[in-house]
T-cell receptor, first 112, second 114 residues
Framework: SQQGEEDPQALSIQEGENATMNCSYK?????LQWYRQNSGRGLVHLIL?????REKHSGRLRVTLDTSKKSSSLLITASRAADTASYFC????????????FGTGTQLKVEL | DAGVIQSPRHEVTEMGQEVTLRCKPI?????LFWYRQTMMRGLELLIY????????DSGMPEDRFSAKMPNASFSTLKIQPSEPRDSAVYFC????????????FGPGTRLTVL
């Protein structure tokens, strides 16, 4: 079963708007990561947040983590058409070895 | 530096045929992962290696699937015999021990079994 469930499944916004995606997970984690996948391509790592961190920024990306609620959110500010992609959260489980468990993904479409 | 390289990029085969997918990880990376992505099941980890040794193959769906890593720069995923339900995109990813779980993905192989 999927460790991460993402919400919404699909999101359509206008260029310049902010996009927020959420990820919920089930068990204790060491860290949570977000990846982007453009159509027909492999996944690309965006940002990693550790279990003892609450917020992290990277350029136009902001990630929050609430371990009490077992949830994370990814905010993309001032979106661009080039941000159109699928976004996945991935969790490194406590005691899970070196594996990542990927969520179901959010399909983001940014329209001009 | 070159990223993770996978070949072929596309493979179309008939049911019952043997399929071999290939992966070259990033030089210096000591972990290699094989994933399968479908619309129904999302991205699933099949198997991963550390220093060429298989560590966890619990995601390999059945005996028809096998993976090898004969050296640090090459891995194969073989399906024999292939079935239509094996149709998916297969990704290889690699990482280094010193980079806190971040994985680097190849472009994938789109497999279609007719």
């Amino acid at each position: 079963s999927q460790q991460g469930e993402e919400d919404p499944q699909a999101l359509s916004i206008q260029e310049g708007e902010n996009a927020t995606m959420n990820c919920s997970y089930k068990t204790s984690i060491n860290n949570l990561q977000w990846y982007r996948q453009n159509s027909g391509r492999g996944l690309v790592h965006l940002i990693l947040i550790r279990s003892n961190e609450r917020e992290k920024h990277s350029g136009r990306l902001r990630v929050t983590l609430d371990t009490s609620k077992k949830s994370s959110s990814l905010l993309i500010t001032a979106s661009r058409a080039a941000d159109t992609a699928s976004y996945f959260c991935a969790t490194a489980l406590t005691g899970g070895g070196n594996k990542l468990t990927f969520g179901t993904g959010t399909q983001l479409k940014v329209e001009l | 530096d070159a990223g993770v390289i996978q070949s072929p990029r596309h493979e179309v085969t008939e049911m019952g045929q043997e399929v071999t997918l290939r992966c070259k990880p990033i030089s210096g990376h000591d972990y290699l992962f094989w994933y399968r992505q479908t619309m129904m099941r999302g991205l699933e980890l099949l198997i991963y290696f550390n220093n060429n040794v298989p560590i966890d193959d619990s995601g390999m769906p059945e005996d028809r699937f096998s993976a090898k890593m004969p050296n640090a720069s090459f891995s194969t995923l073989k399906i024999q015999p292939s079935e239509p339900r094996d149709s998916a995109v297969y990704f290889c990813a690699s990482r280094t021990s010193g980079k806190a779980d971040t994985q680097y993905f190849g472009p994938g192989t789109r497999l279609t079994v007719l």
